[in-house]
């Protein structure tokens, strides 16, 4: 009896916490799409230029959200292009190769990592751009590369650790299969261990994504800036979504320029959006090609 | 008859696992094209006596093994330990089947195709009549011969692991090593392995881990009994 009413009550906060969760969310995505829907529009993007000329680059936009768009997906390619194949590459050390004790330093290592404030990457990144620029070459300045590498760095435990944890929870009968049919180390991970963990991977990579996406500490400091349309290079600085609402939520100075800052938010969640999509889309192609192709 | 031929030599083998020992000293002999079953009380080591014949505990952390095992392909008694050994070719010619069939998450083609294509073939043709011929020989072929493209997670326990057997056929194995392989089988399916069994022993030295008596007893030449820690004579 006694036993049942806690069953109940625990079931009862479960629920309870879940729709908390749930409703937190559709509160705040809807309060954003309440306020800000009014200021989507073309000229929201692109001001006074025509679609298409930027869309080709052919035209710059000034006034428009479409460079810090631009500045955004690029960062988002370049960061998660840097972080990918060396966390994918350690999260496969860690659990197929390295030693007992090596695995337990470089775990507390890369936990640490995890937990570093994204302003002290920031920092980080920033006094790496100085000393280069004093003692090796003056042209170095914040730009986009030295931005996506230090997003790289703080997206990065996020992906060797779901790596590594996908690759270890796989069954011990799954991981014998393929060397008892004549596989190397190296074959049985990249053949069977890897494609059968390529989901719980995905999802490690969308949260890096969209930490990518967020993330405002590290990008001020080391190369975004408020106006520099799209950027030339990856040497140069760039305008990015959530530095320009951080910009306009603590600058606005008129009811118009806050709606951008909404409307900008929104366009941010929904690069986000297909971003994951994307991601979505590369795990189901990549588990049919590994699955089915017959 | 002729003079018994022997496959497998096996000298003062000991198992161990962090650092505890879970056999030692286990000296026998196995004779070519014959079935010979292992049974004894669970945890005396008989899965890990199978994984010693093919080096497949070098894959479980923590395991050791010590002694020597002679395996004869065609040029006479080799160490299969020695250091100059490849484990890839043993592994091909010692074939294995788990306790669960663990069908790869492919097609059952490809799975079929999986050890072959390890081995390195690429000729589509030679790949596709081994396959037919490995299923054939586990009387698979004409059960799936019209969906080799479907997902082998579907078939029914019994298929599932008539198709790692066919998987394991495919490299065409002098030792076929199974641990237990009807264990989780309804009684039809496993009476369709142990005849399947009785024919593979004209090709393979098979050797059966297994704990019922009676299918011991209808298809084991050779009776060995794994406990105390010694591998003896029924």
């Not at chain 1, 298409?52 to 370049?78: D, R």
């Not at chain 1, 650790?161 to 014998?176: C, D, Y």
Request: hydrophobic share 50%.
């Amino acid at each position: 009896m006694g036993k049942n009413v806690w069953d109940m009550l625990l079931g009862f906060f479960a629920w309870c916490c879940a729709i908390l969760l749930v409703g937190s969310m559709i509160l705040i995505i809807g309060f954003l799409i309440l306020k800000g829907y009014k200021a989507i529009s073309l000229e929201l993007i692109f001001a006074n230029t025509s679609p298409l000329e930027a869309l080709l680059f052919k035209q710059q936009v000034f006034g428009g959200l479409f460079p810090a768009m631009v500045g955004t997906f690029f960062l988002i390619l370049l960061s998660i292009g840097f972080a990918l194949p060396l966390g994918l590459a350690s999260g496969i050390f860690l659990a197929e190769y390295a030693p007992d004790s090596i695995k337990k330093i470089f775990s507390l290592c890369f936990d640490i990592l995890a937990g570093v404030p994204s302003i002290v990457i920031g920092l980080f990144g920033f006094s790496i751009t100085v000393l280069l620029h004093h003692s090796f070459n003056s042209q170095i300045f914040p730009c986009l590369l030295i931005s996506a590498l230090s997003l790289a760095f703080l997206v990065l435990p996020y992906i060797i650790k779901t790596t590594q944890v996908a690759l270890e929870s796989l069954p011990l009968l799954l991981r014998l299969t393929a060397p008892s049919l004549g596989a190397t180390k190296l074959e049985n991970i990249f053949l069977v261990l890897l494609p059968a963990s390529i989901s719980d991977i995905t999802s490690g990579i969308v949260l890096a994504i969209g930490r990518c996406a967020e993330d405002t500490a590290v990008i001020m400091l080391t190369g975004v800036v408020a106006v520099a349309g799209i950027p030339k290079s990856i040497f140069s600085g760039f305008e990015a979504l959530p530095f320009y609402i951080y910009y306009i939520a603590s600058e606005y100075s008129d009811q118009f320029e806050l709606m951008k800052g909404y409307g900008a938010a929104i366009i941010l969640l929904l690069i986000c959006a297909v971003l994951f999509g994307i991601s979505h889309w590369v795990k189901e192609w990549l588990t049919a090609k590994t699955r089915f192709s017959y | 008859m002729g003079k018994k031929q022997i496959k497998i030599q096996i000298k003062k083998l000991g198992f161990y696992y962090k650092n505890q020992q879970i056999f030692e000293n286990i000296c026998i002999e196995f004779e070519k094209k014959s079935i010979t079953s292992i049974s004894g009380p669970s945890g005396q080591g008989k899965s890990s006596f199978l994984m010693a014949l093919n080096r497949l505990w070098e894959s479980i952390e923590d395991a050791k093994v010590k002694g020597t095992i002679l395996m004869d392909f065609g040029n006479g008694f080799e160490d299969i330990y020695h250091k100059n050994y490849s484990v890839t070719e043993l592994r091909q010619r010692v074939g294995m089947v788990f306790q669960v069939p663990n069908p790869l998450p492919m097609s059952i083609y490809k799975n079929i195709e999986f050890p072959l294509k390890l081995r390195g073939e690429k000729n589509k043709t030679i790949i596709a009549e081994k396959v037919e011929q490995a299923l054939t020989e586990s009387f698979l072929w004409d059960e799936v011969k019209d969906r080799l493209s479907s997902d082998a997670g579907l078939l029914s326990g019994g298929q599932q692991q008539r198709l790692c057997i066919a998987r394991a056929l495919v490299l065409e194995p002098q030792v076929l090593l199974l641990d237990e392989p009807t264990s989780s089988l309804d009684e039809t399916s496993a009476r369709v392995i142990e005849d399947l069994l009785v024919q593979l022993k004209k090709k393979c030295t098979i050797i059966l881990v297994s704990h019922h008596i009676d299918q011991v007893d209808r298809i084991a030449d050779n009776k060995l009994v794994l406990s105390d820690r010694r591998l003896e004579q029924k």
